[in-house]
T-cell receptor, first 115, second 113 residues
Framework: NAGVTQTPKFQVLKTGQSMTLQCAQD?????MSWYRQDPGMGLRLIHY?????ITDQGEVPNGYNVSRSTTEDFPLRLLSAAPSQTSVYFC?????WGRGNTEAFFGQGTRLTVV | AQSVTQPDIHITVSEGASLELRCNYS??????LFWYVQSPGQGLQLLLK??????LVQGIKGFEAEFKRSQSSFNLRKPSVHWSDAAEYFC???????????FGTGTSLTVIP
């Protein structure tokens, strides 16, 4: 049981390049989300998904696309990287049970530098 | 709109001393509240959570937190800090059935011998 797996762990991009950050979970969780972590700003929600085929925007969605074709995978795409997207990116999956009890599991992060 | 405030950017405590990290939230409905810990270069580990019931919740590593609705607070406490507790601590509120998380800016804890 691997939990939430993010790849790659590190990436350097040139301005204008595109790339996809991968996120996979093996816990059959309905909910998945992407966050970026910047110094002094905590984690901010980029996009989230409440199930396969359903995605929505979070706090800071500009410059990022997502899709959710399967329960397991939730890739984050940067179409044209900018230096402002230099950050550490975390993927999370979560589930809710009982009377609204919920728990989220985070991946180990992807450190992205855009030069 | 929901928001989470952690007023202390950095706290230094002596090993063995007590600890309280402050968290205030703004959210219109009953919140789901969480505390996470992050060691350098690592992901986030859940310390504890509140979603209903007893307002004093116990977590891992000897941490506890108290939900006070009247003060919109969810402060984290530990009676005796260990050197291994040095890390970054994040308070978060969960919305949308609790599965979208909004985080505070974090409190960095330094433990001195």
């Amino acid at each position: 049981n691997a939990g939430v797996t993010q790849t790659p762990k590190f990436q350097v991009l040139k301005t204008g390049q595109s790339m996809t950050l991968q996120c996979a979970q093996d816990m059959n969780h309905e909910y998945m989300s992407w966050y970026r972590q910047d110094p002094g700003m905590g984690l901010r929600l980029i996009h989230y998904s409440v199930g396969a085929g359903i995605t929505d925007q979070g706090e800071v969605p500009n410059g990022y696309n997502v899709s959710r074709s399967t329960t397991e995978d939730f890739p984050l795409r940067l179409l044209s990287a900018a230096p402002s997207q230099t950050s550490v990116y975390f993927c999370a999956s979560s589930y809710t049970w009982g009377r609204g009890n919920t728990e989220a599991f985070f991946g180990q992060g992807t450190r992205l530098t855009v030069v | 709109a929901q928001s989470v405030t952690q007023p202390d950017i950095h706290i230094t405590v002596s090993e063995g001393a007590s600890l309280e990290l402050r968290c205030n939230y703004s959210y219109g409905a009953t919140p789901y509240l969480f505390w996470y810990v992050q060691s350098p270069g690592q992901g986030l580990q859940l310390l504890l959570k509140y979603f209903s019931g007893d307002t004093l919740v116990q977590g891992i590593k000897g941490f506890e937190a108290e939900f006070k609705r009247s003060q919109s607070s969810f402060n984290l406490r530990k009676p005796s800090v260990h050197w291994s507790d040095a890390a970054e601590y994040f308070c978060a509120v969960g919305v949308g059935t609790g599965n979208q998380f909004y985080f505070g800016t974090g409190t960095s804890l330094t433990v001195i011998p």
